[in-house]
């Protein structure tokens, strides 16, 4: 049983900023590769930023130089920091964790229920 629990989404001006928080939470021997995902209206779900366990990053193109992503594995939590939101940030974004219940158990992904960014111009 795991739980990504979500917080730090809202309402901001064009050109704020947001820090998005997920802590992982239950069964856990392993943390692997955790980030950050978002869906626009009518687009399909999409990578943000991606860390994995041993500190390598990824980004999507549109959010380079204003997001970023790290994570406190004392505290199982990953973190987003955004800079210069713009509107078409604008989407539900949603935790994600590749995690290993148990020791020599197979690796399962976990999301969490997604939380609501809308950045106004």
């Known amino acids: 049983q795991v739980q990504l629990a979500e917080s730090g989404g809202g309402l901001v001006e064009a050109g704020g900023s947001l820090r998005l928080s997920c802590a992982a939470s239950g069964t856990i021997f392993s943390i692997n590769t955790m980030g950050w995902y978002h869906q626009a209206p009518g687009k399909e779900r999409e990578m943000v930023a991606l860390i994995t366990s041993g500190g390598r990053i990824n980004y999507a193109d549109s959010v380079k130089g204003r997001f970023t992503i790290s994570r406190d594995n004392a505290k199982n939590t990953v973190y987003l920091r955004m800079n210069l939101l713009q509107p078409e940030d604008t989407a539900v974004y949603y935790c994600?964790?590749?995690?290993?219940?148990?020791?020599?158990?197979?690796?399962?992904?976990?999301w969490g229920q997604g939380t609501q960014v809308t950045v106004s111009s």
């Open positions: 994600y964790a590749a995690i290993v219940n148990m020791r020599g158990g197979p690796l399962y992904g976990y």
